[in-house]
């Protein structure tokens, strides 16, 4: 079970990391539903090493999401599906995986990898392939 200070130094990070995205207001409100979905979608994860790079992962994708009216963008998650198509299969193993909340070690198996060093540069790899897919780059982020 996470701790109270865990969950309250994990909403801090949430909020701060979506307010330098989205107006404040709306960082709050998603750092208390991204929270909920930690506790109702993942209650296995429970280690702070893991839960702060998924819940990081979530915050992504929901601001990634968001149109004005809050909806997700049929267009964007359209050019999201066809630029993963446009990944190798492992990606696409990848991507699946970590959407359904696997662990790196758990990819790791799955894979049939020796070293999960190797899980997190394919990872890396992937995720720069889509971004470059997606018509961004890593040095846009900077």
């Not at 801090?12 to 930690?38: N, P, T």
């Amino acid at each position: 079970m996470v701790s109270d200070e865990t969950l309250l130094r994990l909403h801090e990070r949430i909020v701060s990391f979506a307010a330098s995205r989205i107006s404040r207001d709306s960082a709050e409100d998603l750092g208390q539903e991204v929270l909920l979905l930690l506790r109702d979608k993942y209650p296995h994860v429970d280690a702070p090493a893991e839960l702060l790079p998924l819940a990081l992962r979530i915050v992504r994708l929901k601001i990634a999401g968001l149109r004005p009216n809050g909806e997700p963008d049929p267009e964007a998650l359209a050019r999201l599906h066809r630029a993963i198509e446009q990944t190798g299969e492992r990606c696409r193993r990848i991507i699946r995986s970590k959407l359904e909340g696997k662990t790196f070690a758990k990819i790791q198996a799955l894979l049939g990898v020796g070293s999960i060093n190797t899980v997190y540069i394919w990872d890396y790899r992937c995720r720069t392939h889509l971004l470059e897919v997606m018509g961004g780059s890593r040095e846009e982020k900077r």
